[in-house]
């Protein structure tokens, strides 16, 4: 049984309530395990256990997974998650409160939010953009406001332009693109032109130019005609949400068509963010459009933020006072990024004020700007991943100067200086959605140096990296001088420079950008050779003084020793570019397969070793998508022709593989009613065996992959059927799962299956069962209650327990027999998450070996046909083969890498020339066991070798070699 939790702490605490709401949610999807839902989240039990426990709140993508796998209302709760967030923000600044904070409904200020339309009486400021804006519309059609991150474009266009434009008689129309703009288009226009979405964005797809005569029958419908105004609000979103050209470019025409058009009865207005003005003038309409029809906002003069300040408090009645209006004016002016956090801290202070005056007291109180940054970057950083967070804190101390006797200060870089990667760009967009970052065409920075002082997280990271920051900014002014200079050797550190930057090269610093490295490694080389060289010319002063009558051996010597030396740096230098690149070519394998694979040849060919030939191998793997949902079983018939496949969405899918690396689906098994969590093939046969989350056992027929039919169906009796085996022979049937349920079915006729024994021993769930190659023994795994079971199987009317032991430390998943030598393979958790038992005596089963190498629990183990490898796939993304030279000491063999989540199992075709491996997240992978003739026959599969530009820039340093 799972161990029961522990009591909540006392109190009213947000997070406790919260930790209760998750238990309760728990509760109600029937009490399933912490395992079981560490395996629908892909998160650990610790994680996902820590999120109920009370005593901080999880984060964002935690609570996500946990709500998913217990399939509650995600949506519901990250409005939950949100309001815990702010009622913890809340709470922190109530508790130095002189007086209770007033309602938000009735403020004029709307925090970090922009002004919408119904808060036009509270927008002031903007007056002069406003009617600059209403002038250009009456002379032009089409106009772009332009401004960076923050400086109010929202709501120039939706408190400042719509209202006004809406007062002179016209129809405005307002959205934002999305992930799909032309859908988002149709859903807005439909109800204005009496038709449907649906119709509508079948019409904007295959003919953009339709919008025009949509909005002038729109602008028709009326008793007078009127002209449409079409505002679309961050139109960045297409390029940022939207990745799909077909989705995209229709949009951009149907706008520039609507308003370009010589009858056109609409005129169109977009905000865009400054820093996607290269990718708006990409495409061609829009850069011819854009040329007269830009507006600039930049920030407020000191008259205006004078009225944004004080204008909306009187307009309830309240007034500002002036000490508060210098401070925020002095805040705020000349940035244009800081009107946001200027509305944020006037919303605090709005709710601490006492009577009508908003005073400088009650600013302090609510925590001023600098505490509001505060709270909101401590909330961006919690929506996190744990890499992304490690990535975060490197590119906020990079946008930092550090003061030599004076404050830190923020520091303005390049968008070239930062990382390419995604997580730096999913960073760098929310932290400027969350006001944090300012991104302003091809520039970065902090919005306010209140940061520094306001965030303590990012104190400490200043605390503790000071001198680490200044050595690398140091390093970063030098790389890029190198780099100016076009790789001038003569640039590169040397002396006490080079030693001060040494420590960054041992361990390993994961904030230099690639640019860094490459010349940090660059300056490190020349120095070696520089020592060479040296060492060189003393070795031969001596020579030569020593013995000048043997200067022709001496001019030999040394010239051994330089070819030597030669040979030991450029091994040196081979050895770091082939290690990056072949990790880079896992990193690569999801987002272009074909690329990876030349770049890990050509990492394995520079310096042949394990880790490219593992990195090389994964790139090789025939992939597809076998499911749209989490897979959790497979296995291949005994022909090996057709590989079965299980699914979270209730089916069984049929592939034809007998070409493997072009594998096609032939059926799909629809017979059950829930997940379907086992599936197995019946030796010597055309029968397929599965069962699920239903408790229902179905037998089909699959003689023919594209027409199977069903045989029978069963209820097992069990609540959650987990795991399935023949017996050797097909004439027994094992089914176990949930409490710990293990039953024996009779399958001579497979349309009539008879129920036998049911075999007891387990306290949990059985993830695990497997028949020995005689059919004599079965083994059974039982999860968290740690156990293996052996049973005598030579009377299946009659088994007996022959062995019962505690295999794992933690927790026991998976079982399999060698069926050449009968040795029994375990795995689970702890530290040896694979064991090796020999089973074959009337004794307890003795420990062979207990294999290392994965870092999380081991949830699948197999042996090849021959008995000759064993495989096992790992939580830690990671499927590792053994081979079996020895039992006692299993050979390490290769290591596959590059997936996205746990690898839920490996299977062997009956030939043994192909390894499948399965993967939670609904992908399969095919690959020849014969790893030699893979590498041999690379050329063959990686296709085109790597280019010159693709050479320099995944192996720099290194000259070009074609690597086949």
């Given at each position: 049984?799972?161990?029961?939790?522990?009591?909540?702490?006392?109190?009213?605490?947000?997070?406790?309530?919260?930790?209760?709401?998750?238990?309760?949610?728990?509760?109600?999807?029937?009490?399933?395990?912490?395992?079981?839902?560490?395996?629908?989240?892909?998160?650990?039990?610790?994680?996902?256990?820590?999120?109920?426990?009370?005593?901080?709140?999880?984060?964002?993508?935690?609570?996500?997974?946990?709500?998913?796998?217990?399939?509650?209302?995600?949506?519901?709760?990250?409005?939950?998650?949100?309001?815990?967030?702010?009622?913890?923000?809340?709470?922190?600044?109530?508790?130095?409160?002189?007086?209770?904070?007033?309602?938000?409904?009735?403020?004029?200020?709307?925090?970090?939010?922009?002004?919408?339309?119904?808060?036009?009486?509270?927008?002031?400021?903007?007056?002069?953009?406003?009617?600059?804006?209403?002038?250009?519309?009456?002379?032009?059609?089409?106009?772009?406001?332009?401004?960076?991150?923050?400086?109010?474009?929202?709501?120039?266009?939706?408190?400042?332009?719509?209202?006004?434009?809406?007062?002179?008689?016209?129809?405005?129309?307002?959205?934002?693109?999305?992930?799909?703009?032309?859908?988002?288009?149709?859903?807005?226009?439909?109800?204005?032109?009496?038709?449907?979405?649906?119709?509508?964005?079948?019409?904007?797809?295959?003919?953009?130019?339709?919008?025009?005569?949509?909005?002038?029958?729109?602008?028709?419908?009326?008793?007078?005609?009127?002209?449409?105004?079409?505002?679309?609000?961050?139109?960045?979103?297409?390029?940022?949400?939207?990745?799909?050209?077909?989705?995209?470019?229709?949009?951009?025409?149907?706008?520039?068509?609507?308003?370009?058009?010589?009858?056109?009865?609409?005129?169109?207005?977009?905000?865009?963010?400054?820093?996607?003005?290269?990718?708006?003038?990409?495409?061609?309409?829009?850069?011819?459009?854009?040329?007269?029809?830009?507006?600039?906002?930049?920030?407020?003069?000191?008259?205006?933020?004078?009225?944004?300040?004080?204008?909306?408090?009187?307009?309830?009645?309240?007034?500002?006072?002036?000490?508060?209006?210098?401070?925020?004016?002095?805040?705020?002016?000349?940035?244009?990024?800081?009107?946001?956090?200027?509305?944020?801290?006037?919303?605090?202070?709005?709710?601490?004020?006492?009577?009508?005056?908003?005073?400088?007291?009650?600013?302090?109180?609510?925590?001023?700007?600098?505490?509001?940054?505060?709270?909101?970057?401590?909330?961006?950083?919690?929506?996190?991943?744990?890499?992304?967070?490690?990535?975060?804190?490197?590119?906020?101390?990079?946008?930092?100067?550090?003061?030599?006797?004076?404050?830190?200060?923020?520091?303005?870089?390049?968008?070239?200086?930062?990382?390419?990667?995604?997580?730096?760009?999913?960073?760098?967009?929310?932290?400027?959605?969350?006001?944090?970052?300012?991104?302003?065409?091809?520039?970065?920075?902090?919005?306010?140096?209140?940061?520094?002082?306001?965030?303590?997280?990012?104190?400490?990271?200043?605390?503790?990296?000071?001198?680490?920051?200044?050595?690398?900014?140091?390093?970063?002014?030098?790389?890029?001088?190198?780099?100016?200079?076009?790789?001038?050797?003569?640039?590169?550190?040397?002396?006490?420079?080079?030693?001060?930057?040494?420590?960054?090269?041992?361990?390993?610093?994961?904030?230099?950008?690639?640019?860094?490295?490459?010349?940090?490694?660059?300056?490190?080389?020349?120095?070696?050779?520089?020592?060479?060289?040296?060492?060189?010319?003393?070795?031969?002063?001596?020579?030569?003084?020593?013995?000048?009558?043997?200067?022709?051996?001496?001019?030999?010597?040394?010239?051994?020793?330089?070819?030597?030396?030669?040979?030991?740096?450029?091994?040196?230098?081979?050895?770091?570019?082939?290690?990056?690149?072949?990790?880079?070519?896992?990193?690569?394998?999801?987002?272009?397969?074909?690329?990876?694979?030349?770049?890990?040849?050509?990492?394995?060919?520079?310096?042949?070793?394990?880790?490219?030939?593992?990195?090389?191998?994964?790139?090789?793997?025939?992939?597809?998508?076998?499911?749209?949902?989490?897979?959790?079983?497979?296995?291949?018939?005994?022909?090996?022709?057709?590989l079965a496949t299980a699914c979270r969405d209730h089916t069984v899918r049929l592939w034809d593989v007998r070409d493997p690396r072009h594998p096609r689906r032939?059926?799909?098994?629809?017979?059950?009613?829930?997940?379907?969590?086992?599936?197995?093939?019946?030796?010597?046969?055309?029968?397929?065996?599965?069962?699920?989350?239903?408790?229902?056992?179905?037998?089909?027929?699959?003689?023919?992959?594209?027409?199977?039919?069903?045989?029978?169906?069963?209820?097992?009796?069990?609540?959650?059927?987990?795991?399935?085996?023949?017996?050797?022979?097909?004439?027994?049937?094992?089914?176990?799962?949930?409490?710990?349920?293990?039953?024996?079915?009779?399958?001579?006729?497979?349309?009539?299956?008879?129920?036998?024994?049911?075999?007891?021993?387990?306290?949990?769930?059985?993830?695990?069962?497997?028949?020995?190659?005689?059919?004599?023994?079965?083994?059974?795994?039982?999860?968290?209650?740690?156990?293996?079971?052996?049973?005598?199987?030579?009377?299946?009317?009659?088994?007996?327990?022959?062995?019962?032991?505690?295999?794992?430390?933690?927790?026991?998943?998976?079982?399999?027999?060698?069926?050449?030598?009968?040795?029994?393979?375990?795995?689970?958790?702890?530290?040896?998450?694979?064991?090796?038992?020999?089973?074959?005596?009337?004794?307890?089963?003795?420990?062979?070996?207990?294999?290392?190498?994965?870092?999380?629990?081991?949830?699948?183990?197999?042996?090849?046909?021959?008995?000759?490898?064993?495989?096992?796939?790992?939580?830690?993304?990671?499927?590792?083969?053994?081979?079996?030279?020895?039992?006692?000491?299993?050979?390490?063999?290769?290591?596959?890498?590059?997936?996205?989540?746990?690898?839920?199992?490996?299977?062997?075709?009956?030939?043994?020339?192909?390894?499948?491996?399965?993967?939670?997240?609904?992908?399969?992978?095919?690959?020849?066991?014969?790893?030699?003739?893979?590498?041999?026959?690379?050329?063959?599969?990686?296709?085109?070798?790597?280019?010159?530009?693709?050479?320099?820039?995944?192996?720099?340093?290194?000259?070009?070699?074609?690597?086949?």
């Open positions: 049984m799972p161990r029961k939790e522990s009591p909540l702490p006392d109190g009213d605490d947000p997070v406790v309530r919260f930790a209760a709401g998750l238990r309760e949610l728990r509760r109600t999807a029937g009490g399933p395990s912490y395992r079981d839902l560490a395996a629908r989240a892909h998160y650990s039990v610790a994680t996902l256990s820590s999120a109920a426990a009370g005593r901080r709140l999880p984060s964002l993508e935690v609570t996500r997974g946990y709500v998913r796998a217990c399939e509650g209302d995600v949506e519901q709760w990250e409005a939950l998650w949100h309001t815990t967030t702010a009622g913890i923000a809340s709470a922190q600044h109530a508790a130095d409160a002189t007086a209770p904070p007033q309602e938000q409904d009735d403020s004029p200020y709307p925090g970090l939010a922009s002004f919408g339309s119904g808060q036009s009486r509270f927008f002031f400021g903007r007056e002069r953009v406003v009617e600059q804006l209403r002038r250009r519309l009456t002379e032009q059609r089409f106009v772009a406001v332009f401004g960076a991150s923050g400086a109010g474009k929202s709501s120039v266009l939706h408190a400042g332009l719509s209202p006004c434009l809406r007062s002179e008689g016209r129809i405005v129309i307002t959205l934002t693109p999305g992930a799909r703009p032309l859908e988002e288009m149709a859903v807005r226009l439909a109800a204005h032109g009496a038709t449907t979405p649906g119709r509508l964005l079948a019409e904007l797809r295959g003919h953009p130019e339709n919008l025009h005569l949509l909005l002038r029958q729109i602008a028709c419908a009326g008793p007078e005609p009127c002209e449409v105004v079409l505002v679309v609000d961050q139109f960045e979103e297409i390029f940022t949400l939207c990745s799909r050209p077909t989705e995209r470019d229709p949009f951009i025409d149907a706008l520039v068509l609507a308003a370009g058009a010589q009858n056109s009865a609409c005129r169109v207005v977009l905000g865009v963010r400054a820093d996607f003005y290269a990718h708006c003038i990409a495409h061609v309409g829009l850069a011819r459009t854009l040329d007269a029809a830009m507006v600039t906002l930049g920030p407020m003069d000191s008259e205006e933020l004078h009225r944004a300040i004080c204008r909306p408090a009187a307009a309830v009645g309240c007034r500002v006072e002036g000490q508060l209006l210098a401070y925020l004016t002095a805040q705020a002016h000349g940035n244009a990024g800081m009107l946001p956090l200027l509305s944020h801290a006037l919303l605090e202070t709005w709710r601490h004020r006492r009577g009508t005056l908003l005073s400088m007291e009650a600013c302090r109180t609510a925590g001023s700007i600098e505490h509001a940054l505060s709270h909101t970057a401590e909330r961006f950083y919690e929506t996190l991943s744990s890499r992304q967070k490690d990535a975060a804190r490197h590119l906020f101390l990079r946008l930092i100067a550090v003061g030599e006797g004076t404050e830190d200060t923020k520091r303005r870089i390049r968008r070239s200086e930062l990382s390419a990667d995604p997580d730096t760009a999913a960073i760098l967009d929310r932290a400027a959605c969350e006001r944090l970052i300012t991104v302003d065409g091809r520039h970065v920075e902090l919005t306010h140096e209140a940061l520094i002082r306001g965030w303590p997280r990012l104190r400490g990271w200043l605390a503790e990296d000071r001198e680490v920051l200044r050595t690398r900014r140091q390093l970063t002014e030098a790389a890029a001088t190198w780099t100016h200079l076009e790789h001038d050797p003569g640039a590169l550190l040397r002396g006490t420079r080079l030693e001060a930057a040494r420590p960054l090269a041992r361990a390993g610093d994961t904030g230099l950008t690639a640019t860094e490295k490459a010349f940090l490694d660059a300056s490190l080389a020349a120095e070696g050779a520089d020592r060479a060289a040296a060492a060189r010319r003393r070795r031969r002063r001596r020579l030569l003084t020593a013995v000048s009558a043997v200067l022709l051996a001496v001019s030999l010597t040394t010239s051994l020793l330089a070819v030597r030396a030669n040979r030991e740096v450029t091994a040196q230098r081979d050895d770091a570019v082939a290690r990056n690149a072949s990790a880079a070519a896992t990193e690569l394998v999801h987002r272009s397969p074909d690329l990876a694979a030349r770049v890990a040849l050509a990492a394995y060919r520079l310096r042949p070793g394990r880790q490219g030939r593992d990195a090389l191998l994964s790139t090789l793997m025939s992939t597809w998508t076998a499911h749209s949902a989490e897979m959790y079983a497979l296995d291949v018939s005994p022909d090996g022709t057709v032939t059926a799909v098994l629809n017979g059950h009613s829930d997940a379907v969590y086992a599936v197995a093939m019946r030796p010597g046969g055309s029968v397929l065996a599965s069962a699920g989350a239903d408790g229902v056992l179905s037998l089909w027929d699959i003689a023919d992959p594209r027409r199977p039919h069903r045989l029978s169906t069963v209820q097992t009796g069990t609540r959650t059927v987990r795991a399935l085996a023949f017996s050797p022979t097909g004439r027994t049937l094992v089914s176990a799962g949930s409490g710990g349920d293990m039953v024996l079915w009779d399958t001579r006729s497979v349309r009539r299956p008879r129920r036998g024994v049911s075999l007891p021993g387990h306290r949990d769930e059985v993830r695990s069962v497997a028949f020995s190659a005689d059919g004599r023994l079965l083994a059974s795994a039982g999860g968290g209650d740690k156990r293996v079971i052996l049973w005598d199987m030579t009377s299946p009317g009659h088994p007996v327990e022959r062995a019962d032991w505690p295999a794992h430390d933690t927790t026991t998943l998976a079982v399999a027999f060698n069926q050449r030598t009968g040795v029994l393979a375990t795995s689970g958790g702890g530290d040896h998450p694979v064991k090796l038992w020999d089973v074959t005596g009337a004794h307890r089963p003795a420990l062979l070996a207990a294999l290392a190498g994965p870092t999380d629990v081991v949830g699948s183990v197999a042996f090849s046909p021959d008995g000759r490898t064993l495989a096992a796939g790992s939580d830690d993304r990671t499927a590792r083969i053994w081979r079996m030279s020895s039992p006692r000491r299993p050979e390490k063999d290769a290591v596959l890498v590059g997936f996205t989540t746990a690898v839920l199992g490996i299977r062997f075709t009956p030939d043994g020339r192909q390894a499948v491996v399965g993967v939670f997240d609904g992908t399969a992978h095919t690959l020849p066991t014969d790893f030699g003739k893979v590498v041999a026959d690379a050329c063959r599969f990686a296709g085109t070798p790597l280019t010159h530009g693709e050479w320099r820039h995944y192996l720099g340093g290194v000259p070009y070699r074609r690597p086949c």
